[in-house]
């Protein structure tokens, strides 16, 4: 027997070909020692119960309880299969077995599909060829071992060497088997302004499936998700996590068969996708990607988080800082000009913005969201100098200029429209639904890929634009491709359309730093990462909700992928009100960036955000590409923490929703610093409001005054109630082991040494190594 084992720095994944010709899985989990493929292969001499033997001489070999690489449909696997084609006498049995095997260093980037990349001594690949029993049908397994980041990358293509076309109705991206069952799902599920909320249960018999049909990865169920077992939390504990490099429909089936098999299959969802293979053409599946840890979900999302910033985010912005931007939107939506624009830029400009961008609304017609996109072109009546001039004024002020684009959408009220009707997804003879006004534009057509490749790139070049906002605000309806020879072939097409032209865009700018959104994260993916360094993570700013929102995003991807920006309140989407501090918390764990009407704000707040900004940036680095820990997660309280990779210095932040009366003193206990070195910690100050302490200022004032009166405003001017001030030395095992003690929460009355907290108050403390003081 063959054994082909791929190790990574702590993992293995082993298996080796059955005497039937199919790939039985022999083991992925903690590294080990194997040689002998025997060790591990199923033991059987008799038939099991009343399963179909795949082949009368061999007759112990049943399909339905060995664990697989790779399955398909007819030869007794009933589990669902990694691939199903029908051909065109209708029938639908086909059968892989192996036929040749190649190992190499380093991997294919693949050429219509984003995908994973690396050097070639950082990844070890087995290319496996399985070749249909009766046809001249290929199927190739792909596997890809990252050593550093402990990932393993599969995909599958489909090559047709017959002279008829065969339609795949299903081809999977991989197949995991395992002989374990004792898992509970984590799933990243919700829908726009609550995005990626982590959910729990256990599997049982039957499938548990993880999917979307919205067209995109969408917000509905992320496509990554984490099978872990009961006891497994943030720090210790199997877990196992899986994702694809795709933007569409996609589904993982995680099945539990009636021998307590587990077979995890990802990919392409199999509804709406029927693609004709015609004789010499060939199909290649995304990419999905796992990865597995016994310490616990940390760890395995650190993983994850090391191997996007390695190898999934590439060009220029690779590994590079991402500057603090101020957005418009919430600033002004549709509702701006030119001298509204350069006001609020110059305020952005004096606290310490880097980027400018404007958002929606700078093309022509477009004075609210029912017309114009498709058009691309400059509304000289909001911008009479047009986008050039406005941008050198942005650059004069010393920061770069970005821009906001929608390129897959269409409205029937656009020029593009009236001229290619044909454009709009959806046939001409009939109405098609809206979603937010508009239409999607098919990009599954080359026409309209050529299109937008060129405007957009006459427009980049005209804005001397640094930064793109690439959003994306409806899901599918009214599927169809006019240009398609095939409608099952619309959901896929339409993505590599995108691809295209993303590819395309990226190449000709590759200064230019791309944020996708897609109304906020409805299409927060690993295919987007590799063009777009940097997602908008939900159009919710609200703090609190966004602490739920980061922390589910946290545990697929990394801060530097997370874009978070600080906001008004009353907040716009939830009406909450949050101190600014804790907004300024919580947006600092990702990139951080500002969403917010400097002209509406006060000195005092103006100053505050700048102190912000410049703190920022000094813990940048840590902040978009340290270790981050979640450290509590509950329901009242966060923790978070980023430590820089060398130790030196750390970031952690506490945040809570509701302020509890008289609770027990609480410690801080720390993740990820070196527990040999020795740390300064220290809590960021800032100013309370005399204000949000109400009437209780009279327990105090020698007159009274009354809440909110011009008086309590006066006071208010002149006096603030300072944070408490945490400053101690102490030792990174000390720290990491048992913490420190906060400061008592205020009770009853007001000390410098007391905690001053109310709903949503959030602290951040920042550490630093230093040398240990002789006494
Ligand atoms: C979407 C985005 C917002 C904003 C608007 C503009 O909703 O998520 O950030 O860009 O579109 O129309």
Known sequence: MELFHLQTKNTSYAFTVLPTGQLEHLYYGKKIRLDDPTVLSEKAVFPSGNCVVYDRNIPHISLEHRMLEHSSAGKGDIRQSLVEISFPDTSYVSDFVFQHAERRRGKEVLTDLPSSIGSDEEIESIIITLKEKHHDIYLQLNYSAFCESDVIVRSSKLINHTDMTIMIESLFSTQLDRDDIDWQIMTFDGHWGRERTPHTRDIGYGRSVVESLAGCSSNRQNPFFILKKAHTDEDVGECLGVNLIYSGNHQSNIEVSAYDRLRILSGIHPTHFHWP????????????????????????????????????????????????????????????????????????????????????????????????????????????????????????????????????????????????????????????????????????????????????????????????????????????????????????????????????????????????????????????????????????????????????????????????????????????????????????????????????????????????????????????????????????????????????????????????????????????????????????????????????????????????????????????????????????????TAGWALKQPFVAGLHEESRIMFDQSARLYLFERKEVENS
């Open 277 to 736: 293979l015609k004789p010499n053409e060939s199909f290649q599946s995304p990419e999905a990607i796992f990865s597995f840890s016994i310490k616990g979900l940390n760890c395995l999302s650190q993983q994850f988080h090391t191997f996007i910033n390695q190898h999934i985010i590439r060009g220029e912005w690779k590994n590079k800082e991402r500057p603090i931007v101020l957005n418009n939107w919430e600033a002004t939506y549709f509702n701006f000009n030119e001298s509204k624009i350069l006001k609020l830029a110059k305020e952005a400009a004096s606290i310490g913005v880097e980027c400018f961008v404007l958002d929606d609304g700078w093309f022509k017609n477009r004075k609210d969201d029912y017309r114009a996109l498709g058009d691309w072109v400059t509304d000289t009546k909001k911008l009479p100098h047009g986008l050039n001039w406005l941008s050198r004024q942005i650059q004069s002020m010393n920061m770069s200029f970005g821009l906001w684009v929608e390129p897959e959408m269409i409205n029937q009220d656009s020029d593009c429209y009236r001229n290619h009707p044909e454009w709009a997804v959806g046939r001409l003879d009939r109405e098609a639904s809206l979603s937010r006004n508009q239409r999607l534009i098919d990009m599954s057509n080359p026409d309209v890929q050529d299109y937008l490749i060129e405007r957009l790139s006459q427009i980049f070049e005209e804005a001397e634009v640094s930064f793109v906002k690439w959003d994306y605000n409806r899901i599918f309806s009214d599927h169809f491709g006019s240009t398609l020879d095939h409608q099952g072939k619309f959901t896929h097409a339409f993505i590599l359309g995108t691809y295209r032209v993303l590819q395309q865009l990226t190449t000709r700018f590759p200064h230019v730093l791309f944020e996708s959104c897609a109304s906020g994260g409805n299409r927060f993916d690993l295919g987007m990462l590799c063009y777009t360094p940097q997602i908008w993570t939900s159009d919710n700013t609200d703090a609190l909700d966004r602490t739920v929102i980061q922390t589910g995003t946290s545990y697929g991807y990394p801060l530097s992928a997370i874009s978070a920006h600080v906001s008004a309140v009353p907040n716009h989407q939830t009406r909450r009100l949050s101190p600014l501090n804790s907004r300024l918390a919580v947006a600092s764990f990702g990139v951080f960036g500002c969403e917010i009407n400097l002209n509406d704000c006060n000195e005092k707040q103006k100053k505050e955000i700048a102190a912000h900004i410049s703190l920022y940036k000094a813990y940048r680095k840590t902040l978009q590409f340290g270790t981050f820990y979640r450290i509590m997660c509950d329901r009242n309280q966060v923790r978070w923490m980023c430590v820089d990779q060398l130790k030196q210095s750390a970031v952690a932040m506490y945040f809570q929703s509701r302020n509890p009366v008289n609770v027990k003193s609480e410690r801080f206990i720390t993740r990820g610093l070196e527990d040999e070195g020795y740390y300064s910690v220290k809590s960021v100050p800032f100013d309370m409001s005399i204000l949000d302490f109400g009437d209780l200022i009279n327990y105090v004032s020698p007159v009274h005054i009354k809440p909110n009166s011009i008086l309590h405003k006066t006071v208010d001017m002149f006096m603030k109630v300072k944070s408490e001030h945490e400053n101690l030395q102490a030792y990174g095992d000390c720290l990491n």
